[in-house]
């Protein structure tokens, strides 16, 4: 059964700073690996796929990479903002549909 | 751009009463998820469907069906509702030939 672990569960951080997220999961026959926002009490936003084929994807201060052979991903968030502040959470697909990690909720302090 | 709407946004019930939700999907999207997130809980896949049949199935209790119509909107139906049931639930939604599932924005169901 594929399990999905994110560390840290929490992160504080001044305005400003470069942050790594980590994601890791047990299986690593999967399809791909998304990186989704949610704001407290709101929906899921996708924010990168990364295919299982590829090794990284980036948007705008986002880049994300994948490691499938050791069953690990990062999310890279440069030069963080107050806006940022949510919770981050990683998800996998594979034989089944979308299997979620529990999040990193991430503080960007102005 | 379209995204995946779903109704109600919020919804309260009592203990054994029943509940609908609705998912109308991305136009052109024909595969339609549905996930629960308890409260500080990462979410829980449901259940899914393409092209109107049941495609995938999760942890979804004996007490909730659902179907997905011929507009390829989707209701998820909910029985004997329990306190437990009270959690934010997401309907994703999925176009033939790509990857990325685009989520609704929920419907918070709470239980008294």
């Known amino acids: 059964k594929q399990e999905v672990t994110q560390i840290p569960a929490a992160l504080s951080v001044p305005e400003g700073e470069n942050l790594v997220l980590n994601c890791s999961f047990t299986?690593?026959?999967?399809?791909?690996l998304q990186w989704f926002r949610q704001d407290p009490g709101k929906g899921l936003t996708s924010l990168l796929l990364?295919?299982?084929?590829?090794r990284e994807q980036t948007s705008g201060r986002l880049n994300a990479s994948l490691d499938k052979s050791s069953g690990r991903s990062t999310l890279y968030i440069a030069a963080s903002q107050p806006g940022d502040s949510a919770t981050y959470l990683c998800?996998?697909?594979?034989?089944?549909?979308?299997?979620f990690g529990k999040g990193t909720r991430l503080s960007v302090i102005a | 751009a379209a995204g995946v709407i779903q109704s109600p946004r919020h919804l309260i019930k009592e203990k054994r009463e029943t509940a609908t939700l609705k998912c109308y999907p991305i136009?052109?999207?024909?595969?339609v998820y549905w996930y629960q997130q308890g409260p500080g809980q990462d979410p829980q896949f449901l259940i899914s469907?393409?092209?109107?049949?049941?495609?995938d199935k999760g942890s979804i209790p004996d007490r909730f069906s659902a179907q997905q119509f011929s507009d390829y909107h989707s209701e998820l139906n909910m029985s004997s509702l329990e306190l437990g049931d009270s959690a934010l639930y997401f309907c994703?939604?999925?176009?033939?030939?790509?990857?990325?599932?685009?989520f609704g924005p929920g419907t918070r169901l709470t239980v008294l």
């Open positions: 998800a996998v697909s594979g034989n089944t549909p979308l299997v």
């Open positions: 990364i295919q299982s084929s590829q």
């Open positions: 994703a939604s999925r176009e033939r030939g790509y990857d990325t599932q685009y």
């Open positions: 299986d690593s026959a999967i399809y791909n």
């Open positions: 469907f393409y092209e109107k049949m049941q495609s």
């Open positions: 136009p052109r999207h024909d595969t």
